[in-house]
DNA sequence: TTGACATGTGAACGATCGTCCACTATACTG
DNA sequence: CAGTATAGTGGACGATCGTTCACATGTCAA
């Protein structure tokens, strides 16, 4: 029973998903229902030619894009038609797509509710990156009196001042030098 | 000029990132600044040990789990202490965290305000799944005339609306048959 | 200095890797 | 039916894999 190149391709991802690394030739010829490793190689070929999978310099195989990436498809309210073949539809990886020096990356979870009016709640994850410039308009943690807070960064005529985005609360002027711990490149928040 | 596991973790790290899969031992010579083989294998034999890196049934080396991840620290406003040992931070990768049933899942991108108090801005990408059971209070994407819209999804004695999270919009309730495209699970914002 | 221990070297080993080839089975065409 | 691609079988092959061995070197304390 011949199949499509879909269908081997869904069988990798199954295979990458559970032992985070690609299988071997001997080890396709279980996942693709065929019995010898020529024909494992020519199908390798053809996804290989298709760029649904990769090889690495050293001629390994490698994962393609679309083994982790999740499906984009589109804008809300504009009616969009859903893509049919999965081929079409643009993947990312949330960790690619938001990271991009990693080492300096790190997350915080928001306890206090500063930063509300900026679409930041409380028990939102914030993504931070350590030792990045703070620009007018960026939203820092910063450290004062041995505290973590997150307040929008504003600078005026070499003034600095952390403004919340909550009525409720006033805006500090840093009376020594401001220790910015790091600078929130991304929220994140989980229903469930 | 001996060094520690986690310098060599660290080489593991780059090499992993770079290529998509763990070196052989081979290449760790290189990457370890060793010249026999048996001594890649002491350093394996610990980062192993240490719960650094993993191997598979079939013995085969896999990344570990901080090889991807993002540190998390801890609460803002908590004060809390900067972990000096990369080994004692809980790590997570955001696809792992956010992600439960890979083949549903997939990614829009709003362009409306209707939602703007439950904290979702336009420009906001909200992570979907499909097929999942709505119930009362989550976020839905509905397609109504053709058009999908998000909103709240409330069910009282029977009877559905759709709630916007803004006042300038007004409920929704669905003639015919409600058509969910997917329930909101997460949202990323991305600053830049 | 001597002994004990840790760590690295270099080589040998069987196992598994992916490629390649000759041959066979199946499907399609005229 | 014969003729011709297309796809799979089974085995041989060299390359590379990770393991393991005996041995050399380095380090530290007695």
Known sequence: MPRSPIEYLAELKLFYREEARMPS???MLGLFGVKSKNAVSRIVHELTQNKLIRRDTKGRLLPGH?????????FIE??????????LVDT??????????????????????????AGIQPGDLVLLER????RNG????????????MKYYEKRNGKVRL???????KAIIPKERLLISGVVIAVVRKYR
């Open 163 to 169: 403004v919340p985005a909550n009525k409720r609360y």
């Open 92 to 117: 990312i990886t949330l960790d690619e797509y938001l990271v991009q020096n990693h080492r300096d990356t790190f997350m915080l979870k928001v306890s206090g509710d500063s930063m509300i009016d």
């Open 66 to 74: 679309s083994f982790l990436g999740i499906k984009v498809l589109g």
């Open 78 to 87: 504009a009616g969009f038609p859903a893509p049919a073949e999965e081929q």
């Open 25 to 27: 030739f001997s080890e």
């Open 138 to 149: 960026d939203i820092v943690v910063a450290e004062i009196d041995h505290q973590w807070t």
């Open 131 to 134: 030792g990045r410039a703070a």
